[in-house]
């Protein structure tokens, strides 16, 4: 089968987070399944775009309202991702340096998503699946079935992946002349609570909608930030695909970004000597558990509660463990984070900012992950921890409840808790802390979780068998 994805991320050209990591990964996995996979990204001033070279593959034009666009799609020549990637570039819209976040977003995916359709449609030979990711694409199957100039590509399935449902893409009523002509029978697929809403609109328009864990589709149908009645309707095209992890990035054993590479026989030796790396660096005490959290400091992932979890867990058990932050987003939790660095000089210390290469150490070199989260779809870190043998403390939602089992059950390796709350982090660091003392279990932990399957085999077959599906409709 030929798969298009369509997606705003794909690292390593362009990642702020776990979308990224899905899309540069499973297309991969479904060629070794013998299929044929591109992807397309707006292009993006990324290092990844200066350091490769690019040939262009077509030239185009479009038009968004009353604005008549040019647009040039380029690919990179040397297939270093192991499958053909595609940017699509428009002069002063998407060639910026971040993802997102730009007053133009709107504008931004939307030009985006109509030159894919655009080039989609001077395509000589056609793709059997168009799979789009989130909201930024989201207006796509759209396009392809009720847009006049487009119609022709109706026949073609599409699937949507919603790697969080929070962020809709809300455009108002006032932009519907962005989308190029359009039947206006059908604007009830565009609209949702009186806005033009674009994940809604793929939800109601693609043939398979799924989302990257069982769990979080069916939170969905109870939580999904206005949609829940949507998904409820939905429900019998919407399932629950959990997400892999690339395997050959992501090895302890042969990692270039940490200091020791260690596997799962030698764990206790390699994962003390990044630890005593990451410690010297982070001013923190190697004799005690390293507790680590990773990723961006919003209130989904319950960020808000660490400075608060953090203070009281070094006041209460008195210093009895180290933590260590990494991450950005929120100016108000950054602020409270590094403002607590001077209060636990030596047991705690916090890094604000993107950083890769630290992301890596951290996991290969902490003893615990923190994963406190409110929303986690699917949750890339607690699967990433596991394989470089750092205990996963989460709380039971979506992902995290399919990938992590309390120790205190039957086969079970991390810690889990219920309530995005102060009081439950601390008393999971408490657990923690007392496991960690307890030499024998944590080796037999170790052992366990590395050795665990989360690679994307598995739910690679299982969207091949669901483009498959599409093909029958
Ligand atoms: P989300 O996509 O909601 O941010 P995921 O758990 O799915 O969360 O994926 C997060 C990914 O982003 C992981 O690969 C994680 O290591 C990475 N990440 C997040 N924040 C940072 C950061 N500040 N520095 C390095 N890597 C980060």
Known sequence: MEILHVSAECYPYAKVGGLADVVGTLPKYQQELGNIAKVVVPMHRTKFLYENEWTVEHKGSINMGDRYLDYTIIKEKTNKLDFDLYCVDIYGLLDRENVYSYDDDTERFTAFQISVVDWLSHWEHRPDVVHIHDHHTGLIPFMMRH??????????????????????????WDNSNYIPDWDTWQWGLLDWDNMINPLACAVKCADRVTTVSPSYMEELTTDANGLEELFVSEKLKCSGILNGIDTKVWDPASDTYILDNFSAEDAAAGKLLNKKKLCKDFNLDVKKPLFVFIGRLVADKAADLLPRAIYDSLNQLGNKMNFLVLGSGNTNIENQL??????????????????????????????FILMPSRVEPCGLNQMY???????????????????????????????RFNNAAVWDITYSIHRAVELYDDKEKMTEIRNQIMKIDNSWEKSAEKYIALYKATQLI
């Open 338 to 367: 590094e403002g607590l660095i001077g209060n636990f000089t030596g047991f705690y210390n916090a890094k604000i900012g993107y950083n890769e290469k630290l992301s890596h150490q951290m996991y290969a070199g902490a003893d």
């Open 147 to 172: 847009c006049f100039a487009y119609k022709h590509l109706s026949e073609i399935p599409t699937v949507l992946t919603i790697h969080n449902a929070q962020y809709q893409g809300w455009m108002s």
């Open 385 to 415: 921890a596991l394989r470089y043998g750092t205990i996963p403390i989460v709380r039971s939602t979506g992902g995290l409840k399919d990938t992590v089992v309390d120790f205190g059950e039957e086969k079970g390796f991390g810690i």
